[in-house]
């Protein structure tokens, strides 16, 4: 057995290629079934930091690729809506040194709120797409992309999902190109000054860059053909629907595409010609379909039925046999729960007590609308529990208006609470708002990330903290509150109670630690504690 | 049968060690050098939800995914989830129940993922050895003996049936 063979998932792998690849930094929000690259880099001794929120993930990792460095910027697919503004202008300004870009992609909905297909936002940036179908492959084209983005200045889009994220699959590990050179400033104004004067000329050269990585993709790209059977039935296909596929026909003749981003459609074309039926195998939306229909290419596409959930070997079998026959749906199991005892509770049982009108968020407290508690009323993204809210404020009738509160975790709030609580100060509804804050003390629903009000970094070493209350404070809120919800229930909901009464601005602060990171936690202040003490000691 | 694929099942609730247990048995499939693949879904499974896992190892395997109703082995870890997950096992495919090894005789009841896996070693052509190495690789040393015990139980049991 080969000894430099590993087991890893999709996620490792690109961890590993980034450590072997010599990746100077990685910044990403966590989110599932992205979150595990950086935590494995970290792991590996790499250079990775959770940011606040995508946006400023992607910012910080175009710093560091205008520096000339190796930058990987890691998100779910959601993550890249709050990332998109920082990814169309660094379309046109380029990198000097790498830039990739994970978006961790969940057709099927394991774990989000929406699943949409990513592979859209290469086209819309304008920016190169690899999608790898397996481990191996992730690590592959992992150096690939930072390959790609170094020889054509240009952030490289890594689009990855659920199942080429968290399966295991077998990697060899090579040895891998390492930069040039050492991070070092080059000015160069034109490029990265996106006034109009510079913009329009930068936007020609990311379409003559796209030109070119076209012609490379025709003939040089990561994208491979396998003949088999008669010629009767040809599969074009990507990522993880290759593997289903693959097994779901094994006397078809494949075309694997590993950049789906310029596509190399003279290549689909010649493939196209030799077969007499060309289906196009791809989860989510008709995106390599409708590109290569456009491109007058005559091949067959899926029923509408099957863009909904993820593809598997039974799926697509359904899809190369014309199937739109009703699908059995799969059983439901036991749904997720909030644990016994979680601090999450005391609150929802509060809110539905007092009949709240509950604009929710994303994390483990979206539980909250499920049985027994029932009590949230809208869950659309990260950060919306707030503007919502004041919305409903503002055009409910006075007594509907009153019963509304906004309610959003520690994490989700400094991701994107904060501008909706200058929202909140600058444009108070007539009736006042209840803002509260679930401050577990940790990024729970994903795995008990830290984040910058916990005060630790990525692998929970102490760091500057961000206090929410003083934050609050300072935005001139003036009913700010911080109050433990499980050691007095009654307090809370009289808290609660009082503020939705009494109109006027409130930010209650529910501070309880997680049951699951409890113990952490402790332990992290304790190693700080000692830490401090040897320090101060020498 | 040459390139044949062996597919297998695990199902429980977030917390039981479901994950684990297809870790330990991917990996042991793995040092033996045979292609083998792991998926499972785990987004929200840390609060106590259903999960499962899917092993497949052999001579080539192409989808993570154990298609519907071709498992060959299907290891349930909670009686509750017992009746959703008999779907995935093919005819004559081989069930180890959460029962399968008597809950009163394990060290304790967070064992009883390492205990299934030793009922299901039985059925597969790994050494129990090369099981043992990578059982005590994935946990805590002040597991181990434990956990031996746990397998020990579990693969005893399976010679009874």
Not at chain 1, 26 to 52: D, K, Q
Not at chain 1, 432 to 456: F, K, S, W
Not at chain 2, 21 to 38: P, Q, T
């Amino acid at each position: 057995m080969e000894r430099n063979r590993y087991l890893l998932t999709g996620d490792e792998a690109v961890a590993q290629a980034a450590v072997d690849a010599g990746v100077a930094l990685g910044t990403g929000y966590p989110g599932t079934p992205s979150t595990e690259i950086l935590e494995h880099l970290s792991s590996l001794g790499g250079r990775s930091r959770w940011s606040p929120n995508e946006k400023v993930a992607l910012e910080v990792g175009i710093g560091a690729a205008f520096g000339g460095a190796r930058a990987l910027v890691t998100m779910k697919h959601v993550g890249l809506n709050v990332a998109a503004d920082p990814l169309f202008t660094a379309a046109y300004t380029g990198v000097t040194g790498a830039l990739v870009v994970v978006s961790a992609d969940d057709p099927g909905m394991a774990s989000s709120q929406n699943e949409q297909d990513n592979r859209r936002f290469a086209v819309a940036a304008g920016v190169p797409m690899l999608e790898p179908s397996d481990s191996q492959e992730a690590y592959d084209f992992a150096a690939l992309a930072i390959e790609i983005s170094e020889r054509w200045r240009i952030p490289v889009l890594f689009r990855m999902t659920t199942r080429v994220c968290h399966a295991k699959t077998a990697v060899v590990r090579r040895e891998l190109a390492q930069p040039k050179s050492a991070p070092s400033f080059q000015r160069d104004i034109p490029s990265r000054v996106m006034i109009p004067a510079y913009a329009r000329p930068a936007h020609r050269r990311l379409r003559q860059k796209l030109a070119e990585i076209t012609a490379w993709n025709e003939t040089s790209g990561p994208n491979g053909i396998e003949h088999s059977g008669d010629g009767t039935l040809g599969i074009i296909t990507s990522g993880i629907s290759y593997m289903h596929a693959r097994e779901a026909a094994p006397g078809a003749s494949f075309l694997k595409l590993g950049m789906t981003h310029p596509l190399p459609v003279e290549m689909v074309r010649r493939f196209v010609d030799t077969i007499d039926r060309c289906v196009v195998i791809e989860e989510g939306d008709p995106y390599l379909v409708d590109a290569l229909r456009a491109a007058g290419l005559n091949v067959e596409g899926k029923s509408e039925m099957y863009r909904f959930g993820e593809l598997n070997v039974g799926r697509v079998q359904r899809i190369l046999a014309n199937d739109t026959s009703p699908e059995a749906p799969p059983p439901r199991g036991k749904p997720p729960q909030l644990c016994n005892a979680c601090p999450h509770r005391t609150g929802f049982t509060t809110f539905a007590k007092l009949n709240c009108i509950v604009a929710g968020d994303i994390g483990c407290y979206t539980l909250g609308v499920l049985p027994p508690f029932e009590a949230m009323d809208s869950c659309v993204c990260m950060g919306a529990s707030i503007g919502a809210g004041l919305g409903l404020r503002h055009v409910l009738p006075e007594e509907q208006a009153r019963r509304v509160i906004s309610v959003i975790g520690d994490s989700t709030f400094m991701h994107s609470g904060i501008t909706g609580l200058v929202e909140m100060v600058y444009n108070p509804p007539p009736t006042g708002h209840v803002v509260v804050i679930l401050d577990n003390g940790t990024t729970a629903m994903t795995g008990l990330q830290e984040h910058p009000a916990t005060g630790r970094t990525l692998d929970h070493k102490s760091t500057g903290k961000v206090s929410m209350e003083d934050l609050a404070r300072s935005l001139g809120i003036p009913n700010v509150v911080v109050t433990d919800p499980v050691g007095d229930p009654e307090g809370f909901e009289a808290l609660v109670q009082r503020a939705l009464g009494g109109g006027g601005l409130w930010v209650i602060v529910a501070r309880r630690p997680c049951l699951l990171a409890a113990g952490k936690i402790k332990e992290y202040e304790r190693q700080a504690g000692a830490a401090a003490a040897c320090s101060s000691a020498s | 049968m040459a390139g044949r694929v062996t597919n297998v099942v695990f199902a429980g609730l977030g917390g039981q060690g479901v994950i684990k247990a297809s870790d330990i048995l991917a990996e042991v499939a793995f040092e033996r050098g045979l292609a083998v693949k792991k998926s499972e879904l785990h987004g929200m499974s840390q609060r106590g939800g259903s999960v499962t896992s899917d092993v497949r190892f052999g001579q080539e395997v192409f989808s993570p995914m154990v298609p519907e109703g071709q498992a060959d082995y299907l290891v349930v870890l909670a009686p509750e989830e017992l009746e959703n997950s008999k779907r995935h096992l093919r005819p004559g495919g081989v069930l180890v129940p959460p029962d399968a090894v008597a809950a009163e005789r394990l060290p304790s009841s967070k064992c009883l993922n390492i205990a299934l896996l030793g009922v299901l070693s039985a059925h597969l052509p790994f050494e129990v050895e090369a099981w043992l190495k990578v059982v005590r690789a994935n946990l805590p040393e002040k597991l181990h003996e434990m956990n031996d015990q746990a397998f020990a139980l579990g693969r005893e049991s399976a010679k009874k049936v």
